[in-house]
């Protein structure tokens, strides 16, 4: 599925008004400080006696406790730092464009969230030591 030039513009402006309301600004990206954050609760699936996790998805899944309001992110821990860094970016990326669904729409548009969000801080390290 291919996503309008309008809307990856679209991400790209939350992700950078996300940075700028959370005054985040290092780069590598820290998920985990990001998280905190945000108020985002995260639980690795370590820490859970299920085997309906990676029924669910291999990767990760949020949900939303509706009585404290407050998102949590279950991801598997035992995927390389990486795959986990992007993993709970993508997380914060359907948080972050309100989906509450699951679509191809949605799965492309938290991926390309995922993806500015871990280099555009570098992108924008990168202008400030140009000029």
Do not use: W
């Amino acid at each position: 599925m291919r996503l309008c030039r309008k809307n990856y513009e679209q991400i790209e402006k939350i992700v950078d008004e996300m940075y700028e309301d959370l005054d985040f600004a290092e780069f590598p990206v820290d998920v985990f400080k990001l998280c905190q954050k945000l108020q985002i609760n995260l639980i690795k699936y370590s820490n859970i006696e299920s085997e309906l996790l990676s029924f669910l998805s291999n990767d990760g899944f949020t949900i939303l406790d509706k009585e404290n309001r407050q998102y949590k992110i279950f991801y598997n821990d035992l995927m390389p730092n990486e795959k986990i860094r992007f993993t709970i970016m993508r997380e914060i990326g359907h948080i972050m464009l309100d989906h509450k669904k699951l679509n191809k729409k949605n799965e492309k548009e938290a991926n390309i969230f995922a993806k500015f969000a871990l280099s555009i801080i570098e992108k924008k390290i990168e202008l400030r030591e140009v000029s």
